[in-house]
Structure formats: structure tokens, C-alpha cells
């Protein structure tokens, strides 16, 4: 059965920090990793998704990794911003099943 | 058009009363999903429609029906809810419920039951 861990559970930073939320995962067998954000009480809005056969993906200021060898994918946030302090959740789908199994997410924030 | 719609944003209801919840899409997605999260927890599957036909129930309590209608439309009929029931209620969609896709979730709806 795939167990996504998420260090570290919560994070504050000052703004304009660069910083990485971890993503770790025991079944190396990944069809995708997906990232999310979610602000209070709201829906998740898909940040990232990379597929098992890349190695990363890129948008704006976050670039997402994946190492499928040691389970691993990072989320680099350059230069936050007030505006990034958000819940983020890492959704890994494998072992023959298309349903994903989320961490229970890094809560961020950033403040001025 | 990438969004997943939810109705209502918040609901309130008691324990005897029948309420429903509704999600669209008009992405021509063929896999539409529940999820029920608790506060600072990752959400919990509750069912899967694929090709408008059940195909995941999550040992979820019958006080709690799917519908859904059509490609486009998913209900979450709601009957002699418990107050532990209070959660976000999420829905999300994706291309056809294979490995590899992505998925779109809607902005949810908050559940009180009293």
C-alpha cells in the first residue's frame, strides 16, 4: 500500500525566501505525482503534475522534481511572496490503481 | 473551460433533514469523484463514476447516495447526516479515470450538520 509523507508538516518564512517542500512515497511504481495548494476551507488547485517518466516540471516560480528511485520529489518555491501561504498536498497515483494517495500536506507561511 | 463547479458553497442542515450536493463540468471528463476532508487532513475518497456508472464506493455510509445523471453532472444526495459528518465535501473530475491523469477538483462544499 503507497504512505506519502510530507516534511516538514508546517513552515514559516519570511518573504522572499527561496524553499523546498518535500514529498516522500514507498512504492517507486508511480504512474504521476501531482502538486496541490489549498487555501482555507477552499478546493485544491493543481499546481504541478509529472508524470513517471520525467524528471521534473517548471511553472513560474515553482519548479517540481521527482526521483522515482528514492521516492522522493521536491516543490521549490523561489522568492515567495504573502500571497503563497497556502496548505500544500502531494497526491501520488500507483500500484495499478489511477486513485491517488495524498500526504497530509505542508502548511506555509509566508510573512512580510 | 477548466473549472469544476460546486453548489452550494455552505450548507447547514440538521439531522433529519435531505439535502443534495451538486458538481459540474464541461470538460468533457469522464471520471467525476467525491472526497470528504476534515479539517487539516488530506481528503478521503468516497466514490468514483466512470462513464456514469459507480465504479468505487469507499465503504461509505449509506446516509450518504450518488447520482449521477449525466457526463456532466454529479449529486451527493445527503439524508440523516451526524454532526461527525460535518467536513469539506469535494468534487473533481478527470479524462476517462486511467493512470496518468490529472485531476481537477472543484472549490468544494462546507458541510454543518447540527
Known amino acids: 500500500k503507497q504512505e506519502v509523507t510530507q516534511i516538514p508538516a508546517a513552515l514559516s518564512v519570511p518573504e522572499g525566501e527561496n524553499l523546498v517542500l518535500n514529498c516522500s512515497f514507498t512504492d517507486s511504481a508511480i504512474y504521476n505525482l501531482q502538486w496541490f495548494r489549498q487555501d482555507p476551507g477552499k478546493g485544491l488547485t493543481s499546481l504541478l503534475l509529472i508524470q513517471s517518466s520525467q524528471r521534473e516540471q517548471t511553472s513560474g516560480r515553482l519548479n517540481a522534481s521527482l526521483d522515482k528511485s528514492s521516492g522522493r520529489s521536491t516543490l521549490y518555491i523561489a522568492a515567495s511572496q504573502p500571497g503563497d501561504s497556502a496548505t500544500y498536498l502531494c497526491?501520488?497515483?500507483?500500484?495499478?490503481?489511477?486513485?491517488?494517495?495524498f500526504g497530509r500536506g505542508t502548511s506555509l507561511i509566508v510573512h512580510p | 473551460d477548466t473549472e469544476v463547479t460546486q453548489t452550494p458553497k455552505h450548507l447547514v442542515m440538521g439531522m433529519t433533514n435531505k439535502k443534495s450536493l451538486k458538481c459540474e463540468q464541461h470538460?468533457?471528463?469522464?471520471?467525476m469523484y467525491w472526497y470528504k476532508q476534515k479539517a487539516k487532513k488530506p481528503p478521503e475518497l468516497m466514490f468514483v463514476y466512470s462513464y456514469e456508472k459507480l465504479s468505487i464506493n469507499e465503504s461509505v455510509p449509506s446516509r450518504f447516495s450518488p447520482e449521477c445523471p449525466n457526463s456532466s453532472l454529479l449529486n451527493l444526495h445527503l439524508h440523516a447526516l451526524q454532526p461527525e459528518d460535518s467536513a469539506l465535501y469535494l468534487c473533481a473530475s478527470s479524462q476517462e479515470g486511467r493512470e496518468g491523469e490529472k485531476l481537477f477538483f472543484g472549490s468544494g462544499t462546507q458541510l454543518s450538520v447540527l
Open positions: 470538460m468533457g471528463h469522464r471520471a
Open positions: 497526491a501520488v497515483a500507483s500500484g495499478g490503481s489511477y486513485i491517488p494517495t
